[in-house]
């Protein structure tokens, strides 16, 4: 059986290596233009070419969403953009507008042409329609079953690759196309600016009394009806493999460096645990616990998801200290400060294929030498003693539950 391809996000540079080296198949980025997040810091002309190479440096294939719907005068501009990503090396394009798709098969031939979940395809005749297009992928709409996504691959072209997204946030709107943001504060879903407004808390108010709210409660739990869990199938990737699934897909190109090592990280061991026929060793399973998260569901893959109405806040029990960047082989390491802590704090390490491990934190210095009991300055760079080698890019995080904030 042919092994989950892992699709990680890269919202800039830093997201982008540190998904590389924690195991990632491929990552998805965007340009400047035509890209869903305009939140995550995303690449320049100058910069996209210099991720492109870093990713097949490590074997890492390179997805660039153009999956906005342009208008006019966007589109206009598709063709010099879409060439520039052939430039680049860019492998595939992840569209979701039949003109962009249209023009990427004239001015970016080289590349694939993978079919967006903004297009909402939910069933067999659709993602068929896609292939006979053109289409090297199809990325399903989040609200199918396992067994319609079953059904899909039973039924259309066995060279059409299917992908899923198997971990992250979900949106209460039919596969992210959500009108609310639009209409209540300006800001276009469909061009990466959602202001989130299913996570706000909403109260009922009678027109005739004007400044009288009236809580709205469901079960009596709370107001957030409209606030959805976020996926996480790690515990289901025999299932996503058994139903003829090509590549799964991490959500989070706006989320931290942390989340896009540790998630992925999680996922590239378990995969190659079912993939191998072992057990899922259950601290990688753990690690996703590890980052700032809202309850987990399975998503649609076994029915509704169900909301979570007591509030909207995250669950974060963990929080990132500092970040190795060399370490010699008698475990002194130069690291970055990410968050403070002191000599002597309980911390853990974990780190491109590296088991976590559990740690005090040891002698610090600055780089002049001087000893350090807290390093205080963000991204302050100093040296501290580690119980073993680790390896570049390593993490070092402590618990300590932020979820209230």
Same mark, same amino acid.
């Given at each position: ?14 997201? %982008? ?18 890209? *869903? ?9 100058? /910069?996209?070419?210099?991720?492109? =190479? ?10 660039v969403t153009v999956n906005t719907m342009p208008r006019n005068e966007e589109a206009a501009q598709l ?15 992840? %569209? ?36 006979? %297009? ?13 067994? /319609?996504?079953?059904?899909?691959? +039973? ?5 059409? /690759? ?21 209409? *209540? ?13 299913? +996570? ?5 108010? $009678? $027109?005739? +009394? ?9 079960? @009596? ?9 976020? *996926? ?16 799964? =897909?991490? @959500?989070?190109?706006? =989320? ?53 109405? /007591? ?17 010699? $082989?008698?475990? %002194? ?14 911390? $853990? ?34 040296? *501290? ?7 570049? +890019? ?12």
């Amino acid at each position: 059986m042919k092994k989950l391809e892992l699709l990680s996000p890269a919202g800039d540079m830093e997201r %982008l290596e540190m998904a590389v080296l924690y195991g990632a198949d491929s990552v998805y980025l965007a340009g400047t233009s035509f890209g *869903m997040r305009s939140f995550a810091g995303n690449f320049s002309p100058e /910069e996209l070419p210099k991720a492109v =190479k870093f990713a097949h440096d490590h074997g890492v294939r390179c997805h660039v969403t153009v999956n906005t719907m342009p208008r006019n005068e966007e589109a206009a501009q598709l063709p010099a953009y879409l060439e520039q990503l052939e430039d680049a090396g860019v492998d595939a394009l992840i %569209l979701a507008d039949l003109g962009a798709f249209t023009l990427a098969g004239r001015y970016a031939p080289r590349c694939q042409r993978h079919i967006s979940t903004q297009q909402s395809v939910a069933n067999y005749a659709c993602a068929q329609a896609w292939f006979d %297009l053109g289409a090297q992928r199809v990325v399903l709409a989040r609200e199918l079953s396992l067994e /319609e996504i079953h059904t899909i691959r +039973r039924k259309v072209d066995p060279k059409l /690759e299917i992908e899923t997204f198997g971990h992250g946030a979900m949106c209460v709107s039919y596969s992210g196309r959500c009108l609310l943001s639009n209409y *209540m504060t300006g800001r276009d879903s469909n061009r990466g600016a959602c202001a989130q407004p299913c +996570r706000y808390q909403y109260a009922l108010m $009678e $027109e005739k +009394r004007p400044g009288e709210y009236f809580p709205v409660f469901e079960d @009596e739990k709370g107001t957030y009806i409209l606030n959805s869990r976020d *996926m996480c199938m790690i515990d289901h990737l025999q299932e996503l493999m058994d139903a003829g699934i090509d590549c799964i =897909k991490i @959500e989070g190109r706006a =989320k931290s460096a942390y989340y896009a090592a540790i998630v992925t990280g999680a996922y590239r061991h378990c995969i190659d645990d079912v993939s191998a026929g072992r057990p899922l060793d259950p601290v990688w399973r753990d690690e996703v616990e590890h980052v700032s998260h809202r309850l987990y569901s399975t998503g649609f893959y076994f029915g509704q998801p169900g909301q979570y109405v /007591e509030h909207s806040r995250y669950i974060r029990q963990w929080q990132i200290c500092a970040k190795v960047l060399s370490c010699d $082989e008698n475990g %002194l390491a130069l690291c970055s400060l990410h968050n403070k802590f002191r000599c002597g704090d309980p911390l $853990e390490a974990v780190g491109p294929d590296l088991r976590p491990f559990p740690l005090r934190a040891g002698i610090m210095a600055d780089l002049e030498g001087s000893p350090l009991e807290e390093p205080k300055t963000p991204q302050m760079r100093f040296t *501290m003693q580690l119980p073993k080698a680790v390896p570049p +890019r390593s993490i070092l995080r402590r618990a300590v539950d932020l979820s209230a904030e």
